[in-house]
Nanobody, 123 residues
Framework: QVQLVESGGGLVQAGGSLRLSCVVS????????MGWFRQAPGKAREFIAA????????YYADSVKGRFTISRHNAKNTVYLQMNSLKPEDTALYYC????????????????WGQGTQVTVSS
């Protein structure tokens, strides 16, 4: 089994920054592409970013492109989401997920999920 634990969420003012972390255990981290998703109250889960196994390729939803950066450190079994220029509409529960293959860059094929970390952006 693969376990994912997110951290780094919190309350921040609009225009501020946060960095989310997700530590993965249980299997070889480098065997998985990784993604970040979010879900706001009353809304569907949204795919926001993905990174390839090696970290060479990254993908972003239009809603966060230019503001968020996904990265990974395979030796630390950790994936990060640097979030800058935060907006109130970024408020959501943020999840990391691991994909063994498939169309991970489209937000598909994710087999394992964390419990989420709350991000709240005040105006």
């Amino acid at each position: 089994q693969v376990q994912l634990v997110e951290s780094g969420g919190g309350l921040v003012q609009a225009g501020g920054s946060l960095r989310l972390s997700c530590v993965v255990s249980g299997r070889t981290f480098s065997a998985y592409a990784m993604g970040w998703f979010r879900q706001a109250p009353g809304k569907a889960r949204e795919f926001i970013a993905a990174i390839s196994w090696s970290g060479t390729n990254t993908y972003y939803a239009d809603s966060v492109k230019g503001r968020f950066t996904i990265s990974r450190h395979n030796a630390k079994n950790t994936v990060y989401l640097q979030m800058n220029s935060l907006k109130p509409e970024d408020t959501a529960l943020y999840y990391c997920a691991a994909a063994g293959g498939g169309s991970y860059h489209l937000g598909l094929g994710y087999d394992y999920w964390g419990q989420g970390t709350q991000v709240t952006v005040s105006s």
